[in-house]
């Protein structure tokens, strides 16, 4: 797990990610984010482990909430160009915390890719940007008075 020509191999394989992850981010966000990892000893085994983190150091909830989206997107794509099957859809929330232009750029670019990805948000209705409040983006609204199961407190 640990041998030169493993080492070699997932260097090759986060190359390839990296590929993705820069090309999505830079057309998300303007910058180009990369996956490194580091060998290092696991405290509670003290065992080897490969330990993966981001480039960015970019700690805003808003970009955090972006790098989350930039990854996932960059494995679909690097998951089907590797021919690992994986989920094409992505599901995920907090994206109150994103600026609406960053929401308009994940759309735009999930719509280039909508054969290969769906994307789902829940998002409350007035944090959505009005370049997406078109009625082909919507799949279910939810209110108080629309619950998703119908469950209501007698």
Do not use: W
Not at 41 to 67: D, H, L, P, V, W
Not at 68 to 78: E, G, M, R, S, T
Not at 112 to 139: G, M
């Amino acid at each position: 797990l640990f041998s030169d020509d493993f080492e070699l191999e997932v260097q090759s394989q986060v190359n390839k990610f990296n590929k993705y992850f820069s090309t999505v981010s830079q057309e998300l966000y303007g910058e180009q984010y990369a996956l490194k990892y580091d060998i290092v000893t696991a405290s509670k085994t003290g065992k080897k482990i490969y330990k993966f983190s981001s480039f960015n150091t970019n700690f805003s909830s808003g970009k955090k909430q972006g790098e989350i989206v930039c990854f996932d997107i960059a494995y679909i794509l690097f998951a089907d160009e590797e021919n690992i099957p994986c989920f094409h859809f992505l599901l995920n929330d907090k994206k109150e915390l994103m600026h609406g232009n960053q929401l308009v750029r994940i759309a735009n670019l999930v719509e280039r890719y909508k054969s290969q990805i769906q994307y789902v948000a829940s998002i409350l209705k007035d944090k959505l940007p009005k370049e997406l409040s078109d009625e082909k983006n919507f799949i279910v609204k939810l209110s108080q008075e629309n619950k998703l199961f119908r469950i209501e407190n007698n």
